[in-house]
């Protein structure tokens, strides 16, 4: 089925619309266009009476029969009838009545109905013994009407044309731009990405060539981020590989020395878990994207669960020559929710602030139970995070991006990680700076793993 373009379905509107005003105009016109023209016929007829009836006084007088003569040619001319009765005998339409009312000094102006049609009736008294009358075919008044609605059709059919052209031309005007923006997002679709559109026609049209406009930017940086993205995991998977590679091939060759096989196979070992350490993260990341990660809830102590990761952070921290706080509640802290996922945001956590801090400063972990639920949190005592960054610090690859050459990063994997699954666990994500001069990341997570997110306090 073939579909009217939108140019040409708003230029039929707005001709329908125009005729529609039209027809209306035209049929509220008519009985006023036809009632004026008739009062204005009758309004002649009047004036002409008391023409005549002065012509007859002078006429009855002796001093313009030949007047009054010349009058009958010129008004029958128009179709005027002049009666002249002295006493009585009046022809019809003219009545008795008529003459009675002129003669008692009145005057007669009134539409008759005969045998031929309607009838315009004039009186007036021209003496004490003779009155005239002036008798019209009220067609006379049907062709000023005519003359009149032609006029005023021709003036509508004018107003029509005029319309359809200015509905064509406006309809043009506001289809242009959506045209533009459909072609712009079939460029965005074929992958273009430098399509800019300059904002026109009416408001709602140029917010959809903004709107476009806007999304370009989102697509070429959102791209830009994946890119980035994974070359950096590109290379974290590489430096693992490449030194698993060299020792093998070592081993392979029988070159490491019979002593040093037991050290070298535990740096290939080392190597191998951080491979997959990150293979895993990237797996779940993936995961949690499609919503396919089971959780398994059970009811958890987090006070417990952040004492056993304390442990080996603090253990982590003091190789690294970084300063390890722990603050846990005096009491437990019990939630519905997965430990292991949890465990899981902490050692991302962590492992993200251990990166940044340089030795001698503070790394903290903290576990504190909030109305409704729990809050974790890791505070450092690094760069910390501008009010920029704290928008972006749990999407994949962002801060990365950012401050890559400039201080030590990761591949962003981490945070994007912890970002997803404390959505996963019904919890959020938060960032901001902590007290210890550095950045501040942790997540809430409700009583139930069921209860949905709670809103993070940021007051510390």
């Known amino acids: 089925m073939t579909r009217r373009s939108l140019t040409a379905q708003l230029a039929l509107v707005a001709a329908l619309v125009a005729a529609i005003a039209v027809l209306v105009t035209g049929l509220v016109s008519y009985p006023l266009v036809a009632h004026a023209s008739e009062n204005q016929a009758r309004d002649q007829l009047a004036t002409q009476a008391d023409i005549v009836s002065d012509v007859v006084a002078r006429a009855e007088s002796g001093q313009g029969a030949a007047g009054l003569a010349r009058l009958r040619t010129v008004l029958a001319a128009e179709g005027i009838t002049v009666q002249?009765?002295?006493?009585?005998?009046?022809?019809?339409?003219?009545?008795?009545?008529?003459?009675?009312?002129?003669?008692?000094?009145?005057?007669?102006?009134?539409?008759?109905?005969?045998?031929?049609?309607?009838?315009?009736?004039?009186?007036?008294?021209?003496?004490?013994?003779?009155?005239?009358?002036?008798?019209?075919?009220?067609?006379?008044?049907?062709?000023?009407?005519?003359?009149?609605?032609?006029?005023?059709?021709?003036?509508?059919?004018?107003?029509?044309?005029?319309?359809?052209?200015?509905?064509?031309?406006?309809?043009?005007?506001?289809?242009?731009?959506?045209?533009?923006?459909?072609?712009?997002?079939e460029r965005m679709a074929t992958g273009a990405r430098d399509v800019a559109l300059v904002p026109e026609g009416p408001a709602e049209v140029a917010s959809v060539s903004q709107s476009l406009n806007r999304l370009s930017d989102a697509l070429a940086t959102s791209e830009g981020r994946q890119r980035d993205f994974l070359l950096s995991v590109s290379h974290e998977l590489r430096t693992p590989l490449t030194g698993i590679t060299g020792y093998a091939e070592a081993l392979a060759d029988g070159i490491v020395p019979p002593a040093d096989v037991a050290a070298t196979g535990a740096t290939v070992l080392a190597e191998s878990h951080r491979l997959e350490r990150l293979v895993a993260d990237l797996l779940d990341l993936s995961r949690l994207g499609a919503a396919d990660v089971r959780l398994a809830?059970?009811?958890?102590?987090?006070?417990?669960?952040?004492?056993?990761?304390?442990?080996?952070?603090?253990?982590?921290?003091?190789?690294?020559?970084?300063?390890?706080?722990?603050?846990?509640?005096?009491?437990?802290?019990?939630?519905?929710?997965?430990?292991?996922?949890?465990?899981?945001?902490?050692d991302n956590l962590a492992e993200n602030a251990l990166r940044v801090?340089?030795?001698?400063?503070?790394?903290?972990?903290?576990?504190?139970?909030?109305?409704?639920?729990?809050?974790?949190e890791v505070r450092d005592g690094g760069p910390g995070l501008t009010p920029d960054d704290v928008r972006v610090a749990f999407e994949p690859a962002a801060l990365h991006e950012r401050y890559r050459g400039v201080r030590q990063v990761?591949?962003?994997?981490?945070?994007?990680?912890?970002?997803?699954?404390?959505?996963?666990?019904?919890?959020?994500?938060?960032?901001?700076?902590?007290?210890?001069?550095?950045?501040?990341?942790?997540?809430?997570?409700?009583?139930?793993?069921g209860a949905g997110p709670s809103a993070p306090t940021l007051g510390a």
Do not use: H, K, Y
């Open 297 to 346: 809830p059970v009811d958890v102590d987090l006070t417990a669960l952040g004492a056993d990761a304390g442990q080996v952070w603090a253990a982590r921290c003091q190789r690294e020559g970084v300063l390890f706080g722990l603050e846990l509640p005096a009491g437990p802290v019990v939630v519905r929710t997965d430990p292991l996922r949890v465990r899981q945001i902490v």
């Open 357 to 376: 801090t340089p030795a001698g400063r503070p790394l903290v972990l903290a576990v504190r139970a909030e109305p409704g639920g729990a809050r974790i």
């Open 84 to 185: 002249v009765v002295r006493r009585r005998g009046p022809q019809p339409p003219v009545t008795e009545a008529d003459l009675a009312v002129t003669q008692s000094g009145g005057t007669v102006s009134d539409v008759r109905s005969t045998s031929a049609g309607r009838v315009f009736v004039e009186g007036r008294q021209a003496s004490s013994t003779t009155s005239a009358f002036l008798v019209q075919d009220a067609s006379v008044a049907g062709s000023q009407t005519g003359l009149a609605l032609r006029r005023l059709a021709l003036a509508l059919l004018v107003g029509l044309v005029v319309a359809v052209v200015v509905g064509a031309l406006a309809a043009r005007r506001v289809v242009r731009p959506l045209r533009d923006a459909a072609l712009a997002a």
């Open 410 to 449: 990761g591949t962003g994997v981490g945070l994007a990680l912890v970002g997803r699954l404390a959505t996963r666990l019904g919890g959020r994500a938060f960032a901001g700076s902590s007290p210890e001069g550095g950045a501040l990341l942790g997540v809430t997570l409700p009583r139930d793993l």
